[in-house]
């Protein structure tokens, strides 16, 4: 479904040459959910902004469904971290979400039946008439969401999405994505930097490197479906994941510090200390 | 509190209105040049039953909106198009801030050896006055876009027509609403005092009038009402501002959880 090879990104500003992105090949399968993790500035946002087309890659190619991507492709819809500055002010919820349908040229009664659904999916239906900004935070970021699905991509990318939302909040947030995605088959490449979220949401994790990044490990999740936020995050195996997603990226934050590299596998913590969070 | 506030407000101008009346009467100042409000108030009923008074004052508010409306038109269309071209906005900027500043008055003398007394001298010095207000509004509104707005407008395939709708407009709106209301009163400014120095017709050629045949009474009664226009005219721009922009973080209220 999704291809990405070889992958780079330098952003060259004014004399400065930063090489964000090295060397980037994976893929995604038509409906599955990877999610994508790595340490802090590691080059994460660029890289998903290069499959959403809105960034052009310096070298490599997005292939979305076998053809190369070269601006925002029809099919694909993105959910922003910034939930706050992604959704227009101006707008009610209903019109935020409508937008990109009208884009798409469909006509009125349609729209409003995808509008209607989607708010419906992600529990807000009562929420149509009102502003972005007279919802919590994590209401707004589930209007973010709607606006996507209404748009019925085959690909869905959010970037960071629930890192701006309270636990609690996170945790329901996880569980919708994981529901909207076994229900409507949609593939979902999710950024974080959260390894407990990465392990508990994706079927599939993809560890990058610190910046320039390269993949480091690809991992599959083969935990049970359903999760479960309580009984899934207590699991042996997922401690077991998690420490490996951990490892991994405690090793790519030592190998960016110039140092020596002996100090890599002395200095990973124990997985007993890391017991879920989240409740 | 706002009506305990509205009653404040009228006490105080009742009482600034009876100080108008008690110093010319108390000889403190001239009672010739400085009547008491009760004779202007007297001028100003007088005049409101002038049909002339009604034509002049029609004058005025033709010269001010036409100004205004230019003024607004040519400044959005212009701010826009500086902003969204690249290095347009660097190639006029020095240019901008030479012909900015220039006092709009300065250009009498121009508009009178164009123009004579006509409406479109006044057009001219309203316009100049109020442009800039606009312009410089607009290319500030426009760069405020918000980079992450604009991502997700282009992620949903909004071309470039519809974020300039949808995105850099109503970004761009609360800026515009500002230099609006400044350009109006800056307007109503300027077309009185091209009335009153080329005499063009209107309010400011009638207070000229008034002045050179001695009519005192008459001279403030006319004043008072450019004051009063120029209240209606911050009214309404903030009237209509606040409906606009019910949105905006300046207007919106309590945010309601």
């Not at chain 1, 009610?92 to 729209?111: A, C, M």
């Not at chain 2, 309404?236 to 606040?242: L, Q, S, Y």
Request: proline share 6%; aromatic share 6%.
């Amino acid at each position: 479904m999704l291809d990405v090879r070889g992958l780079r990104k330098v952003y060259e500003a004014s004399g400065r040459h930063v090489e964000a992105v090295r060397d980037l090949t994976f893929t995604v399968g038509a409906g599955e959910l990877v999610c994508l993790v790595g340490p802090s500035g590691c080059g994460k946002t660029t890289l998903l902004k290069c499959v959403g087309g809105l960034l052009a890659p310096t070298a490599g190619e997005v292939l979305l469904r076998g053809r190369r991507v070269t601006g925002p492709p029809p099919g694909l819809a993105f959910v922003f971290q910034e939930y706050g500055r992604s959704l227009f002010p101006w707008m009610r919820v209903g019109e935020n979400v409508e937008l990109p349908l009208r884009q798409k040229g469909l006509p009125r009664s349609r729209r409003r039946e995808l509008v209607a659904g989607a708010l419906r999916s992600v529990g807000l239906s009562d929420a149509s008439g009102a502003y972005p900004w007279q919802l919590s935070g994590g209401m707004q970021q589930r209007v973010a969401i709607a606006r996507a699905l209404a748009y019925e991509p085959d690909v869905l990318l959010m970037d960071e999405p629930f890192a701006a939302v309270d636990a609690q909040t996170r945790a329901d947030l996880e569980d919708l994505v994981r529901g909207l995605w076994r229900q409507r088959g949609i593939t979902i490449l999710f950024v974080t930097h959260d390894i407990d979220e990465a392990v508990y949401l994706g079927e599939r994790v993809v560890v990058l490197s610190a910046s320039p990044t390269v993949v480091r490990e690809e991992l599959k999740v083969d935990l049970p479906d359903p999760r479960d936020q309580l009984t899934t995050r207590v699991e042996p195996r997922f401690a077991e994941l998690r420490t490996r997603v951990y490892r991994q990226i405690q090793a790519a934050k030592r190998s960016a510090e110039p140092g020596p590299r002996g100090a890599v596998e002395k200095d990973t913590d124990a997985p007993a200390d890391q017991a879920p969070s989240a409740t | 509190m706002r009506g305990s506030g509205a009653l404040l407000g009228a006490a105080g101008l009742a009482g600034f209105l009876a100080l108008c009346e008690a110093v010319p009467r108390l000889g403190v100042v001239d009672a010739d040049y400085f009547p008491p409000a009760a004779r202007v108030g007297d001028a100003l009923l007088t005049e409101l039953g002038d049909r002339s008074f009604w034509t002049a004052l029609g004058d005025t508010l033709t010269g001010w909106a036409l100004g205004l409306s230019i003024a607004v038109t040519a400044g959005v269309l212009a701010g826009v198009v500086i902003a969204v071209v690249p290095h347009l906005r660097e190639l006029t900027a020095s240019t901008v801030e030479f012909l900015r500043p220039i006092p709009s008055v300065a250009l009498i003398p121009l508009a009178v050896l164009l123009y004579g007394t006509a409406l479109r001298s006044v057009l001219l010095l309203v316009v100049y006055a109020a442009f800039w207000q606009v312009l410089v509004q607009v290319l500030y509104g426009v760069r405020d876009v918000d980079p992450v707005a604009e991502e997700t407008a282009r992620s949903y395939g909004l071309g470039t027509w519809a974020r300039g709708r949808y995105v850099l407009w109503p970004t761009a709106l609360p800026y515009v609403m500002t230099g609006v209301r400044l350009a109006a009163s800056v307007a109503l400014i300027l077309a009185v005092t091209a009335e009153l120095v080329i005499g063009a017709p209107g309010l400011g050629a009638r207070i000229a009038v008034a002045q050179t045949s001695q009519a005192v009474p008459e001279m403030y009664a006319l004043i008072v009402v450019t004051g009063l226009l120029g209240l209606l005219v911050n009214v309404g721009a903030r009237t209509v501002e606040r409906r606009a922009l019910a949105w905006h973080q300046s207007v919106r209220g309590e945010v309601t959880v």
